[in-house]
């Protein structure tokens, strides 16, 4: 059996960090960590699909489906089916490390609000 090694590639990011475990066209692979009192942007996907596992840490989540807003809070191995068109944005209660499945859409991603001086960008 074959296997092909490589090395994850980590990206800095104001809220900590991606490391991005596998990369193909049909999927991604990332390990989020927020920092404690961090956040991402308040966004959405048109097209990119994802589901999140906590793998540590706590999080809260805001989160906006067909006009109706919510806010839940992620305890170590909840999961989170995240849907194209689903407002979302991950709030760091404690430094958190976030387990990220998706499709391949890494630019795909509408700001609505940022901390950070991000809104309206894409990337």
């Given at each position: 059996?074959?296997?092909?090694?490589?090395t994850a590639e980590v990206v800095k990011k104001p809220w900590g960090y991606e490391l991005i475990w596998a990369h193909t066209?049909?999927?991604v692979g990332?390990?989020?960590h927020i920092t404690k009192?961090?956040?991402?942007?308040?966004?959405?996907h048109r097209v990119k699909d994802e589901t999140?596992?906590?793998?540590?840490?706590?999080m809260d989540m805001d989160l906006e489906t067909n006009g109706t807003e919510s806010k839940i809070r992620l305890n170590p191995g909840d999961c989170l089916h995240i849907v194209?068109?689903?407002?979302?944005?991950?709030?760091?209660?404690e430094d958190c490390d976030v387990l990220e499945v998706s499709t391949p859409?890494?630019?795909?991603?509408?700001?609505?609000?940022?901390?950070?001086?991000?809104?309206?960008?894409?990337?």
């Open positions: 059996m074959n296997q092909i090694l490589h066209d049909r999927y990332k390990v989020l009192g961090e956040s991402l942007s308040y966004q959405y999140i596992r906590l793998l540590s840490g706590i194209p068109g689903m407002k979302h944005r991950m709030k760091a209660v859409e890494l630019d795909d991603v509408v700001r609505l609000e940022d901390r950070y001086g991000r809104a309206g960008s894409q990337t």
